[in-house]
């Protein structure tokens, strides 16, 4: 039998369900990767992520080659280039593992019926999460609506089921080679309409497992302090492989719980705090896959403070906000690391992200679409579930009360302003004590900090004290209408 394995965003050989059923089944496999171009030509992402995704796949290719397989791809309407291939190739099967956003469940639908009708058999999943929403619900079966909830439950069900990790499948290099691709090689950046870029985060499953290593040795240990710290390489960073697939949750938490079982440094606090960040993402998975308006809008309409009209100060603001130029240091280092990176830190994004709604009082879907366009780690799930918690548009309701202080944030988790220094140079002359807020510096500090705030640095944009105020102020007269 021949059967198409059609890779998505599971990147890897080890630990992936539809290669290792197709294994067992087919005497041929054939890898396939299909470049969506509706999707690319669309720029939903960025270029980080679309050149992470290049290097994630060149590695997966030479996995493949090493054991004697071409990983085929093609560029086009993915339903239509699955057919296409289906055909030209006579498979007897296509297998892929499933992915929870509503475009991609709608093509998914679309592809297996005309499959089916085409006499292929079609067998699917569970990869991207290890739990999938209808294995974690309620009492009464209803999807949950707060984290806590679902977390209890999520465990209940690991503790029930325990999934394993797959091995690279033994038989993977016994199957028979399939046609060679048109082209030699695979596209790159230039040729799919995307900038080439220098890549901050090394990609692939090899570097994925790598990392993953490293960081169980070391950040692991003091991660549930460290992890606030972005001046630190205290956090995994392991979220572009989790968003590609190079790195499955199930082989990431084992890794983490066998560190613990292991005894020696490693606390049960900081092993679970790191779990919490995974169980994170698969509630707003959980959430997006339950509740697939939450990808056009909010979760629940709430009575929040209306978000400033379009127009010349509005855009003035919001460019402010997304060149790094807002005149609050942490903000801006945090906007000036995903633009240089592709990644930001977890705690600045929510910083970051509470100054554009809250204090610019600026929508939080501009936001949103403003990190899918820069972060190499675009997920919907979780950047929509996360701009939504900031937003107080959630599952989690706080109508409209989750305001960071950018300056008091700054103060307790960049105290020396070292995470500051590094992605604002202008500042890299400040004393720590007016690091976090340079506009309170008299004339003479600023001559000796060799930055004048106006020209060197800008002015805070908006007063902290008074935007908040006017914030709460708004939101009040909402819930009195």
């Known amino acids: 039998m021949r059967g198409i394995v059609w890779y998505r965003r599971d990147l890897r050989i080890a630990d992936h369900p539809a290669l290792s059923a197709a294994c067992k089944g087919w005497s041929e496999v054939i890898p396939l990767f299909v470049f969506d171009e509706p999707l690319l030509h669309s720029h939903v992402f960025g270029s980080a992520c679309v050149n992470f995704m290049l290097g994630c796949l060149q590695d997966l290719a030479s996995s493949l080659s090493d054991r004697g397989l071409t990983l085929q791809w093609r560029r086009g309407e993915p339903v239509e280039e699955v057919l296409r291939a289906a055909r030209e190739w006579k498979v007897d099967a296509v297998y892929w593992n499933r992915d929870y956003e509503p475009r991609a469940i709608e093509r998914d639908r679309i592809i297996a019926q005309r499959l089916g009708q085409a006499g292929v058999v079609v067998r699917t999943f569970k990869d991207h999460v290890v739990f999938e929403a209808d294995e974690v619900r309620g009492a009464t079966g209803e999807p949950l609506q707060r984290y806590s909830a679902y977390r209890a439950r999520w465990w209940t069900k690991w503790h029930a089921t325990t999934p394993a990790v797959l091995p690279v499948p033994t038989a993977l290099a016994e199957k028979v080679a399939?046609?060679?691709?048109?082209?030699?090689?695979?596209?790159?950046?230039?040729?799919?309409?995307?900038?080439?870029?220098?890549?901050?985060?090394?990609?692939?499953?090899?570097?994925?497992?790598?990392?993953?290593?490293?960081?169980?040795?070391?950040?692991?240990?003091?991660?549930?302090?460290?992890?606030?710290?972005?001046?630190?390489?205290?956090?995994?960073?392991?979220?572009?492989?989790?968003?590609?697939?190079?790195?499955?949750?199930?082989?990431?938490?084992?890794?983490?719980?066998?560190?613990?079982?292991?005894?020696?440094?490693?606390?049960?606090?900081?092993?679970?705090?790191?779990?919490?960040?995974?169980?994170?993402?698969?509630?707003?998975?959980?959430?997006?896959?339950?509740?697939?308006?939450?990808?056009?809008?909010?979760?629940?309409?709430?009575?929040?403070?209306?978000?400033?009209?379009?127009?010349?100060?509005?855009?003035?603001?919001?460019?402010?906000?997304?060149?790094?130029?807002?005149?609050?240091?942490?903000?801006?280092?945090?906007?000036?690391?995903?633009?240089?990176?592709?990644?930001?830190?977890?705690r600045v994004r929510m910083v970051v992200a509470s100054f554009l709604i809250k204090d610019l009082r600026i929508d939080w879907q501009s936001g949103e679409r403003y990190f899918m366009q820069h972060l190499i780690d675009a997920d919907v799930a979780a950047n929509n579930g996360n701009w939504q918690w900031c937003a107080s548009t959630g599952t989690d309701a706080m109508r409209g009360y989750r305001i960071f202080n950018p300056a008091l944030q700054s103060k307790k988790f960049d105290p020396d302003g070292a995470y500051i220094r590094r992605y604002v140079p202008e500042l890299a002359h400040v004393s720590a004590k007016h690091i976090h807020e340079p506009h309170l510096m008299t004339a003479d500090e600023q001559e000796r900090a060799r930055c004048r705030i106006g020209d060197d640095y800008p002015l805070p944009v908006v007063d902290h004290q008074h935007a908040r105020q006017e914030y709460l102020n708004l939101g009040k007269q909402e819930v009195m209408r």
Not at 191 to 207: H, I, K, S, T, W
Not at 238 to 253: A, D, E, N, V, Y
């Open 178 to 346: 399939a046609p060679r691709p048109v082209s030699s090689h695979l596209p790159t950046a230039p040729e799919l309409g995307y900038d080439p870029v220098a890549l901050r985060f090394e990609p692939g499953e090899r570097n994925a497992l790598k990392r993953l290593r490293w960081f169980v040795q070391g950040p692991l240990h003091s991660y549930a302090t460290n992890r606030n710290l972005p001046a630190n390489d205290g956090c995994s960073q392991l979220s572009p492989h989790f968003r590609f697939g190079t790195l499955s949750p199930r082989k990431g938490i084992h890794t983490a719980l066998n560190a613990l079982a292991k005894g020696g440094r490693v606390s049960r606090p900081d092993v679970l705090t790191w779990v919490d960040e995974l169980i994170w993402r698969e509630f707003f998975h959980q959430v997006l896959a339950s509740f697939p308006h939450v990808a056009e809008g909010p979760f629940r309409n709430v009575a929040v403070a209306p978000s400033r009209e379009s127009g010349p100060v509005r855009d003035s603001l919001f460019q402010a906000w997304c060149h790094g130029q807002t005149g609050y240091p942490i903000v801006d280092a945090g906007i000036r690391q995903l633009n240089q990176t592709g990644w930001m830190h977890n």
